[in-house]
C-alpha cells in the first residue's frame, strides 16, 4: 500500500526557511513522479514543484521561483521542498502527491499524503 506523509511545516516569519519532506512507503521513487501542492483558505489547490526520474524537476508556480527547490534522498523514498524567502502568501497547508507522471492538475496525481500547515507571518 502506498502511503505518504508530509511534515516539515510551521510558523515562520517572512523571509525565512522551511524544509519539507514527504516520505514515501510501499513505494520508491524511481518510477514515479512526486509534487507539491498547497492550497490556502478559499482558494483552489495550486501545482506548486514536481520532481520525477524521466522529466526532471517542473516549476508549476510562477511565484517560487528561485526561492523553491525540490529534491530526493538518495533512496528514493523521501522527497524535499525547500522553501527560501518565504512571503506571507506562500502560507497555505501543503501537500504531496505520487503518480507516474507529474501534472499541475490535482486530479492527475493518484496518491496523497495529509497536508502540513506552512504559516508566514509579515
Known amino acids: 500500500e502506498v502511503q505518504l506523509q508530509a511534515s516539515g511545516g510551521g510558523l515562520v516569519q517572512a523571509g525565512g526557511s522551511l524544509r519539507l519532506s514527504c516520505a514515501a512507503s510501499g513505494v520508491t521513487f524511481d518510477d514515479y513522479a512526486i509534487g507539491w501542492f498547497r492550497q490556502a483558505p478559499m482558494k483552489e489547490r495550486e501545482a506548486v514543484l514536481c520532481?520525477?526520474?524521466?522529466?526532471?524537476?517542473?516549476i508549476y508556480a510562477d511565484s517560487v521561483k528561485g526561492r523553491f527547490t525540490i529534491s530526493s534522498d538518495n533512496a528514493k523514498t523521501t522527497v524535499f521542498l525547500q522553501m527560501n524567502s518565504l512571503k506571507p502568501e506562500d502560507s497555505a497547508a501543503y501537500f504531496c502527491a505520487l503518480d507516474r507522471r507529474c501534472d499541475d492538475d490535482a486530479y492527475g496525481m493518484g496518491y496523497w499524503g495529509k497536508g502540513t500547515q506552512v504559516t508566514v507571518s509579515s
Open positions: 520532481i520525477s526520474k524521466r522529466d526532471g524537476i517542473t
